[in-house]
C-alpha cells in the first residue's frame, strides 16, 4: 500500500458539467471524467456524466441545492485534498461554470495552499447556455449592448445591490438563484418603470423536464405560480425576450383584445 501511494499522482480538476443536458458537456471534460480516480459531483450536475468516468473510479455526492441536506463548503474542500492525497486525480464536477457563481475559484485556492496542481475546464454557463437554448440572445444589436448576470440572493439571505442598478439600465438582467426572490425582483422592476418589460424564467434550462414562461414584469410572478414553476430556475429580463416565438403569439393576443 506504501509502494501505492509513494506512485500516486495527486492534482485536481475543477470541471463545468454545462447547465443540464449531458451532450453539453465539453469534449475536454469528457477526457478529464475518463482519467479520474475519483469525481465529486454537485446535485446541479446530470448523473449521467459519471458514465464517463472508469467503472472503478469513486463517485462521492456533495449535494450543493439550496433547501437540500448538502455538504458545507470547508467539508467539500478537505474531502477533495483527503482524496486527491490518497487516490490521485479527482475531478470536481460542478453544474454550470465553475467560476459563475460555483465557488471554483475557493477551492482552487484550498488546493493551492496544499501545492496541488488544479487545472480548470470552463462549463456552458446556464447565465448564458439557457437562454440561447430558448433562442434568446443575451445580446443582440440594436436591442440590448450589454448583459448582466447576477445572483438573486447573497450570502446574507438579501438582494443582490446589483438588481438595483441592473433595472435602471438597458442591458438584457439574467437573475440565477432568484425564484424565490422574485416578488422583491419584481418589485425592483416596476420601481424603475419596467412593468412591460419582457420576462421570461426557465425551469431546468436545458434538461428533459425543462419549463419556460414568458410575460412582462408585470405578469410573470402570476404565470410563474400558474405554470407552477420550481427551483432551479433562471430569470430573464430584457428586450431581447420579446424575440421569444411565445412572446409574438402574446403581442397577437394583447392586439386582439385591444
Known sequence: ??????????????????????????LKGV???????????????????????????????????SGEHSYPQDTINKLMIDYALNYGHVVRLKGGDPFVFGRGYEELDYAASYSIPVSVIPGISSSIGVPGL???????????????????????GEVSADIYQA??????????????????IVEIFKAAGKHNLPTAVVQNGSAADEKLVVGVVETIEHLVRQEKIKAPALLIFGEVVSLHPSFKELIKQYASIA
Open 1 to 26: 500500500m506504501s509502494d501505492q501511494k509513494l506512485n500516486i499522482e495527486s492534482r485536481i480538476t475543477l470541471l463545468g458539467a454545462g447547465p443540464g443536458d449531458p451532450d453539453l458537456l465539453t
Open 31 to 65: 477526457k478529464a471524467l475518463q482519467t479520474a480516480d475519483v469525481v465529486l459531483y454537485d446535485a446541479l450536475t446530470n448523473e449521467a456524466l459519471l458514465e464517463y468516468a472508469p467503472a472503478e473510479a469513486i463517485k462521492v455526492y456533495v449535494g450543493k441545492r
Open 134 to 156: 430558448q433562442q434568446i440572445p443575451v445580446t443582440h444589436r440594436g436591442m440590448s449592448e450589454s448583459f448582466w448576470v447576477i445572483t438573486g440572493t447573497t450570502t446574507s
Open 167 to 184: 433595472a435602471q439600465s438597458n442591458a438584457t438582467v439574467v437573475v440565477l438563484m432568484g425564484l424565490k426572490k422574485l416578488p422583491k
